[in-house]
């Protein structure tokens, strides 16, 4: 079973940055397609990136212009760059590696 550690989460001021990443253990890593959602209170977990095995991306459009998803697969880890943050990222994010979710990290925007 694949096992996940997120990191990088925290509080920043709108317009900043924040970096979270997903170290996996997993052997199946680099052929897999690598996705991170988000989840506010009271509402459904929400698809945000997506990154396939060869690297091509999808990101939803609120955050395309200001999120980069990418993938080190030497080092079975998946990243999020988000910036020019707003309040309304505000959300526990979660990546999805093999059909196993990392244990969410909080991210929180506010000033």
């Known amino acids: 079973q694949v096992q996940i550690v997120e990191s990088g989460g925290g509080l920043v001021q709108p317009g900043g940055s924040l970096r979270l990443s997903c170290v996996a253990s997993?052997?199946?890593?680099?052929?897999?397609?690598l996705r991170w959602y988000r989840q506010t209170p009271g509402k459904p977990r929400e698809f945000v990136a997506l990154i396939t095995p060869g690297g091509t991306t999808n990101l939803i459009g609120s955050v395309k212009d200001r999120f980069t998803i990418s993938r080190d697969n030497a080092k079975n880890t998946l990243f999020l760059q988000m910036n020019s943050l707003k309040s309304e990222d505000t959300a526990v994010y979660y990546c999805?590696?093999?059909?196993?979710w990392g244990q969410g990290i909080q991210v929180t925007v506010s000033s």
């Open positions: 997993d052997r199946d890593f680099n052929t897999r397609m």
């Open positions: 999805e590696i093999g059909m196993t």
